[in-house]
């Protein structure tokens, strides 16, 4: 879950990250007063979650509180790539003499958090990687020893800072470890950590990522933050069928009916489980379908579930059909899916046998889910037919249909 | 032979009483020559059974009444207590764990498999269904109820490795319709750090006489990928390996999140196209339909008898 810049900035500060003397408001007029208390030249800054703000005009610098407001009320109503801000940042424009990069991510190959720094901040730690690759300093720390200054010093040090920088930036790069371990993100950066002309250091911008599976973990900091449990802050705000998919998942407890995502196609797929979620949506569009949706069953759902995930996809405008496909099932129960996609054709006035182009969920309970379906004439496959075969012949039945 | 486990392979369940778990001791019992669940565990039901299996309040008890160590552990416990479950399993001298939980923080993967790796013990998953070695053991929900799994697994020579749990059988179901059987399937999990990725079992299949290829499920997210092209390029390995990519559609999403938490395309290297681009450079073969795969490990392995 990625945080807007003034909840980052807000969780470095917390963590004992020297940060500037910035506001964070909604309201133009306010952004004057914030501009005003900090005497002298400001940064506006739009607050998206995308990126490129820069490039689209989402970052303005003022020199007087009424410049500062002019440049909020424009960049409150600027659009970034689809996203209006949430608010903006007003930030007193530092007088830098140097940019700095400090970052904390995973490493899934070596399974340990690394640290990497480097002496050259301010744009992209890829592109300085690429440049100047003598200028950038790894090193993974240990998930259960408790991390030392040492670490943090090492890190530095490749890089060929000393002198007082290297003992000024230590607490700092070795608390943004301890946040990162102890907030459970997934990245936590500082781009551009500036060192002032005093010599002193301090974080100019953040970036900070959630692990989703973490979030009940700090519930206190996300309601500190004002950060909703609705709020996935996926790629893109979920659409209003995408929610629906939610709620028929938090039905009840019983397995999984939902990861909605919403795609313009006329062949609406109850598909699963994960994998084979994947590989069947690939499968439909590569014989040359189109989707209206992905989603995920597995996990043995209940009838309810299931028809719930099947109205709410036949119900979809512009879906022709729906698929119902899954790999081999070990857990969820052929019948009960088969019950489920039946019973929601059936309270839709809809014929079972028409709307369902193909039913391919080989597996636990498969005699007797076939066994349903044959008394409603739909058509079915057990595991002799691929899974790209299946998506094949829905793809088919539904090109049939609409010419 | 097979990796991980065989017919002599003892474990216990923890979290043994929950609904999934009770129906998962049922089929590890019923299947093959019948897996030696010697125990399982959940805290204050000490002296109940299931299935017959004896649970215990702690591991500790577990080995204590089995009187010499146990190899396994298959643990089903609710996330908020997976990693305390495992550090138990671990300092009780169990060295092979099976995590089947899913929605488990990373940081608390990470935890549990430095310390695995300090006490010579690997872990399996978390968010998997665990090991299979056809007709002899299965550890975990893999393949279902045992009736089930014999229609989709048989014993033979390729060695499976999956991401996706559902995959790993509907990919060992299409290589047995074709007369290849496997020697051992492995369901790795889905989450972004897991406890043993490709090129970790790599070195077992490779010491398996019986393994004479390797088939994978692939998805897009992490370098696990780029991990194993390295490995087989490195080390010159004898196995032939036929590979499937799933969520080829995702390249185009970036910053969503399909299938497992594990799949999310974060940068250039992680995307389904980069990934297939650097399994093939490794000489992996890339399947580009899981119907294909029978037919190019066939080939694979006699090219490589030549």
């Not at chain 1, 830098?96 to 901040?121: C, L, N, R």
């Not at chain 1, 290297?166 to 500036?194: Q, S």
Request: overall charge negative; aromatic content about 6%.
């Amino acid at each position: 879950m990625r945080f807007y810049e003034y909840e980052a900035r807000e969780i470095v500060k917390r963590a004992g990250i020297p940060v500037t003397d910035y506001g964070f408001t909604r309201d133009a007029a306010e952004a004057k007063e914030i501009a005003a208390r900090i005497e002298g030249p400001t940064v506006i800054k739009s607050q998206v979650l995308s990126g490129g703000r820069m490039k689209a005009g989402g970052v303005q610098f003022a020199d007087t509180p009424e410049e500062a407001q002019a440049h909020a009320e424009n960049v409150l109503k600027l659009e970034i790539n689809g996203q209006m801000p949430r608010g903006i940042l007003v930030d007193p424009k530092a007088d830098i003499d140097q940019e700095f990069y400090v970052g904390v991510v995973w490493d899934g190959t070596a399974k340990k958090p690394v640290i990497i720094f480097s002496p050259v901040g301010g744009i992209d730690i890829e592109q300085v990687a690429e440049e100047q690759p003598d200028k950038v300093g790894r090193r993974h720390f240990s998930n259960i020893l408790p991390f030392g200054d040492y670490e943090a010093k090492e890190v530095i040090a490749s890089t060929g800072v000393t002198g007082s920088d290297l003992n000024k930036l230590v607490p700092i790069v070795t608390k943004l470890a301890k946040l990162f371990v102890e907030k459970d993100m997934t990245l936590a950066e500082i781009n551009p950590l500036g060192k002032l002309k005093d010599g002193s250091f301090v974080a100019l911008d953040a970036h900070m990522d959630m692990e989703n599976e973490a979030r009940g973990r700090h519930k206190k900091l996300l309601a500190d933050l004002g950060v909703g449990d609705e709020e996935t802050r996926e790629a893109r705000e979920p659409t209003p069928f995408e929610l629906a998919g939610e709620e028929v998942d938090s039905m009840d407890h019983r397995g999984v009916a939902g990861n909605v995502t919403e795609f313009d196609g006329n062949l609406g797929l109850v598909i699963g489980a994960g994998g084979g979620s994947l590989t069947l949506f690939d499968a439909v569009r590569a014989h040359g379908g189109k989707p209206a949706n992905y989603c995920e069953i597995g996990g043995n759902p209940s009838v309810k579930k299931s028809c719930g995930l099947a109205k709410l996809v036949l119900q979809k405008p512009g879906v022709d059909k729906i698929a119902v496909m899954m790999s081999i099932v070990s857990n969820t129960r052929v019948d009960i899916v088969a019950r489920g996609v039946i019973k929601a054709c059936l309270e839709l006035g809809m014929d079972p046998a028409e709307k369902i182009a193909i039913f391919r969920i080989p597996g636990a309970w498969e005699d007797e889910g076939f066994a349903i379906l044959d008394k409603y004439g739909v058509e079915y496959a057990d595991r002799s037919v691929s899974l790209h075969e299946a998506a094949n012949r829905a793809v088919q039945k539904i090109q049939g249909a609409a010419a | 032979m097979s990796i991980l486990v065989n017919e002599e392979t003892t474990f216990i369940v923890q979290g043994i009483t929950g609904r999934e778990a009770v129906n998962l001791t049922r089929e590890c019992l019923d299947y093959g020559k019948g897996a030696k669940v010697v125990g399982g565990v959940t805290p204050g039901r000490l002296g109940r059974e299931v299935h017959g299996v004896p649970v215990f309040d702690t591991v500790a008890q577990a080995v204590a009444h089995h009187g010499k160590p146990i190899d396994g552990s298959v643990v089903t416990v609710p996330p908020a207590f997976t990693k305390d479950a495992v550090v138990e399993a671990i300092e009780n001298g169990i060295k092979l764990i099976v995590i089947v939980t899913e929605r488990i923080p990373r940081g608390d993967v990470a935890q549990m498999v430095e310390l695995a790796n300090l006490r010579g013990a690997r872990i399996i998953g978390p968010n998997c269904l665990g090991i299979i070695v056809p007709d002899v053991i299965k550890m975990g929900g893999i393949g279902g109820p045992a009736k089930d799994a014999a229609k989709s697994y048989t014993p033979g020579s390729v060695g499976v490795i999956s991401r996706s749990g559902g995959m790993t059988t509907e990919m060992s179901s299409t290589l047995t319709a074709a007369g290849l059987g496997q020697s051992t399937a492995v369901s790795i999990g889905g989450d972004a750090i897991i406890g043993s990725s490709y090129a970790e079992l790599m070195p077992l299949f490779e010491a398996d006489e019986q393994t004479e290829a390797i088939v994978i499920y692939t998805e897009p997210g992490g370098r696990m990928e780029a991990e194993l092209a390295k490995w087989v390029k490195d080390n010159n390995s004898r196995l032939p390996i036929v590979a499937f990519m799933a969520g080829r559609f995702m390249d185009e999403m970036p910053g969503m999140s399909f299938g497992h938490a594990g799949t999310i395309v974060e940068g250039k290297e992680d995307t389904a196209t980069e990934k297939i681009a650097r399994l093939a450079e490794a000489g992996i073969v890339v399947a580009e339909e899981i119907s294909e795969i029978p037919e190019l490990v066939k080939q694979a392995i006699a090219n490589r008898k030549g």
